[in-house]
């Protein structure tokens, strides 16, 4: 992270004395508010998230859901940016005027006046750009024979033609001293030689290594790059950023130069490549998007690429100009795109250098190779990632990578075709590196034969887990002397996995027919590279966890590798190092020392800020009960082997059949596992507790498939709201923690009048790769007293953060309430009840006998009734 800059800005608001109680009122401005007045917890967010960002630290924050996390964090970046901006000026003046103190003070303000105009002319013209973009769009939209014109243009155009020459599939030639690329086919490409970064970028787009006219134009920075897990959460942020000032044109300001980027899948326009994609996947999609880019026939080329000219950048900076001239998210993007007949996927990036706001999924900040080839310079700009309660697992999943010795096979043909069509035209270098994957392939089918014949007839799953170091030296032969990075160097250069890939799904489509499926023979070659690109990193964190699975109706005997990122750290590093200030943001956080623990041990601790804010729900709107005995005084506490004891499921049954009878309307009930939930359904079918409690409610289970999802909670909501039938009143839903409904689905009012957490939810202990992360934690992070458990804090914290997660389905705004139910006498033990979050935790209270929770249970919505909530 950078250092700050001497000149120090003070938090907006913190000079305010409370004249006749409107502080608040006066801080709220400060920050730019949309609303006359912010909640007291919103303004300490603010306060804090600008104090972090200001002196370049590092911040995990936690504001639950409905307390206006999202607006709260773009007032107080923005705010700063804007007083950052005011800043670089006086700055830059107060400099120039220490080094002219003998000057007289005309020449002095003459010079500054002078650096003042040049410092702003910039800016300047670039907001006068966009201010004629936002009134010609303005006009535009109220003349309806322009739409009308427009989308009858849109109509006529397509691309159906094919490029079917084998020239296009042939591995340009390489020269390994200098990295650079020579274009091998004749597709009238005038610039021969291309840096690796510009190879790189000529994959997404041929216009990177044509000469950019607006490469002198300065970038804008800092810039503030906002990640979030799905493209919907993004297109709420740009929702909220509209509320503001800052997402808005007046006479008196501008809105912020924002820009969402997005994958194909969300942003092609082409409609002969999204049909591809809708057949056969999202590779298939790129695959074809990069096809139709390479083709040097303007015929066969995507009609909605400009081309490498003078008029293409005119049209590409048209569509820039067009995107930053009012605040955009990926919809109104595409439409952008599709009204100017211009790729939204690409005039997004193009946009990205003059953009203040850049609002991207996960993948595309957190992986480098992502950063790079977008050419995202986060040089002393803002990160803020929200949603990030799943950022480390995030990392892990994303640098982790997997091949199955069925991909070793195809890989193994596929690059052998490959070899065989182009041998005769493939130079030095790129044939010796295609002869090295051969023998990285024959060695990987050779150890798993090897593995399948050690292990015979075996019943069970054999998991061994080796360095990569032990991995590659036990591959045998000469693949211990192969020099992986140079390898490494080679794959990411020449893109050679899509060269071979594209070329084996031509032959596949000449032998088998278009409509043939093939989605998993494609992904072969990039599954394997993604491999080799995992195993040459050789460092201690990261392991290969070889897996041999018994024969099966299905297929023999098998065997699978998978790379494990132990240190989330490593990955996350060169992100802090670039940036001025990363946040993390979330609804819910806890436990936050996972996060200093495992992404910022490297922060120094006055380097690190954690908060945690109040929720903005009154107190007696939030009732916390953990409860250790059932009705009938059965301990409550579901350990693994506890679901197949039928007393302690029948004394559940008895427990929630008593709590449907005081709990009005929606009622959500958390299960750790599918297996317990299936387990406890038997149980009830046969005593006929399932029947005790559908008398009082009805009764609904989470769907195992995503589509049935939304037919489930429609009917659910449905059951809530219909009258009173036969005595039932609301409904009941069971669900999983860690599935569809525990994350993500808001509950809101009478849908969640009540979560019940059942048992504690520990992930599965005999799980390899969870071993192998409490292991590496307890060897590279031992505590200073030494009496902490590394490795058992881990086993916790993702215990935890599920429950959380799941509780955090409830309350959504400040008129709503609820009630959390604890059922497992665990939940009471300090280092359980101490990790859950801080506003559940203080309203929380320990039953040791069933009715007085009843008692409590009753008396909180009575009082909910009498102020006429419920």
């Not at 014949?453 to 036990?474: C, S």
């Not at 996350?572 to 996060?595: H, K, W, Y």
């Amino acid at each position: 992270m950078h250092a700050p800059t001497s000149l120090v800005l003070a938090t907006p608001g913190s000079e305010l004395e409370d004249v006749d109680g409107f502080k608040t009122t006066l801080q709220s401005r400060a920050f730019h508010f949309p609303y006359p007045v912010a909640y007291g917890i919103q303004l300490q967010l603010m306060a804090q998230l600008f104090e972090v960002i200001e002196h370049g630290k590092v911040g995990v924050f936690e504001s639950p859901t409905g307390t206006g996390k999202t607006l709260s964090l773009l007032c107080s970046a923005f705010t700063w940016l804007a007083l950052n901006r005011q800043r670089a000026v006086v700055g830059t003046l107060r400099g120039n005027a220490e080094q002219a103190d003998e000057e007289p003070n005309w020449v002095v303000a003459h010079d500054e006046e002078k650096q003042r105009e040049m410092l702003e002319a910039s800016e300047n013209e670039i907001r006068a750009k966009l201010r004629k973009v936002r009134e010609h769009q303005s006009n535009l939209r109220l003349d309806p024979a322009h739409r009308s014109e427009s989308e009858n243009a849109r109509k006529k155009r397509r691309v159906d033609e094919e490029y079917d020459s084998d020239t296009a599939y042939l591995i340009d030639e390489y020269d390994e001293t200098s990295r650079t690329i020579r274009r091998t086919k004749d597709n009238g490409d005038a610039y021969a030689f291309l840096s690796a970064e510009a190879r790189a970028m000529m994959e997404e787009y041929e216009s990177s290594f044509a000469p950019r006219e607006d490469a002198t134009e300065p970038s804008t920075t800092p810039k503030i790059y906002y990640a979030s897990r799905t493209h919907s959460q993004l297109s709420q942020l740009v929702h909220e950023l509209k509320k503001t000032e800052f997402g808005t044109a007046s006479e008196a300001h501008d809105p912020v130069r924002s820009v969402s980027l997005g994958s194909r899948k969300q942003m092609c326009i082409n409609p002969s490549v999204r049909d591809l994609g809708a057949t056969y996947g999202t590779e298939a999609m790129n695959e074809r998007c990069m096809d139709l880019m390479e083709s040097g026939k303007s015929k066969l080329r995507c009609s909605y690429l400009p081309p490498m000219d003078h008029a293409g950048q005119q049209k590409m900076d048209a569509f820039r100009d067009r995107a930053l001239a009012e605040v955009h998210d990926i919809e109104e993007l595409v439409r952008v795109g599709k009204d100017m007949h211009v790729c939204p996927y690409f005039g997004a990036r193009n946009s990205v250098r003059q953009a203040e706001l850049v609002t991207l999924p996960y993948n595309m900040l957190l992986q480098r190779d992502a950063r790079d080839a977008l050419q995202l310079s986060l040089d002393d700009s803002v990160v803020i990632i929200d949603e990030a309660h799943n950022l480390i697992d995030t990392i892990l999943a994303t640098y982790s990578a997997e091949l199955s010795q069925t991909h070793i096979q195809q890989a193994t043909e596929q690059v052998r075709a490959y070899l065989h069509r182009f041998s005769l035209r493939l130079k030095g270098t790129n044939e010796e590196h295609l002869r090295t994957l051969q023998v990285l392939l024959s060695a990987l089918q050779a150890y798993c034969t090897a593995k399948i014949q050690a292990f015979g007839d075996t019943a069970e799953i054999v998991t061994e887990t080796l360095t990569t170091v032990q991995f590659t030296a036990a591959l045998g032969g000469t693949v211990d002397l192969i020099n992986l990075v140079r390898l490494e160097h080679w794959l990411k250069d020449t893109r050679i996995a899509r060269k071979i890939s594209g070329y084996a799904d031509k032959q596949w489509v000449q032998e088998h027919g278009k409509d043939c499926p093939r989605r998993n023979k494609m992904q072969a070659m990039h599954l394997f590279e993604g491999f080799l690109l995992a195993l040459s990193n050789r460092a201690v964190n990261g392991k290969v966890m070889v897996t041999v699975s018994p024969a099966s109706t299905e297929q023999d005997r098998h065997v699978h590798f998978k790379y494990l990122l132990l240190n989330p750290a490593e990955a996350f590093q060169p992100l802090l190092d670039a940036a001025r200030s990363v946040i993390l943001a979330g609804g819910t956080m806890e436990p936050m020392s996972e996060f200093q623990t495992q992404l910022f041990d490297g922060v120094s601790r006055d380097q690190f800020q954690a908060f945690s804010c109040a929720h903005i729900v009154p107190q007696e709107n939030i009732l916390g009960a953990i409860v250790n005995t059932g009705p009938k005084g059965t301990r409550l506490e579901f350990t693994y082997d506890a679901w197949k004891k039928p007393a302690l499921l029948d004394d559940l049954a008895n427990a929630l059949s008593n709590y449907c009878n005081i709990i009005p309307h929606g009622i959500i009930v958390f299960l750790p596992s599918y297996a317990s939930l299936n387990m406890t359904m038997a149980r009830w079918k046969i005593t006929g507790a399932l029947d005790r409690i559908a008398k009082r409610k009805r009764i609904f289970m989470e769907p195992k498939h995503t589509q049935e999802v939304d037919g489930v909670l429609h009917s659910y909501a449905a059951a809530i709201t219909a009258p009173s039938q036969n005595g039932s009143r609301g409904a009941i839903l069971f669900a999983v923690v860690g599935a569809k409904l525990s994350e993500g689905i808001n509950f809101q009012d009478d849908l969640a009048r009540c979560v019940v957490m059942v048992g504690l939810p520990f992930p599965n202990s005999k799980s390899k790769e969870l071993s192998e992360r409490m292991e590496y934690l307890r060897k590279t992070e031992p505590s200073a007293s030494g009496t902490v458990d590394k490795g058992r804090e881990l086993y916790l914290n993702l215990c935890m953060r599920a429950v959380n997660q799941s509780m955090g389905r409830a309350i959504r705004h400040r008129n709503d309430h609820a009630v959390f139910l604890l059922l497992d006498h665990r939940f009471g033990r300090h280092d359980i009840i101490s990790r859950l979050p801080k506003w559940i935790r203080s309203e929380t209270r320990v039953y040791e006998r069933f009715g007085n929770s009843i008692s409590s249970i009753a008396a909180f919505f009575r009082g909910k009734r009498r102020a006429g909530h419920a």
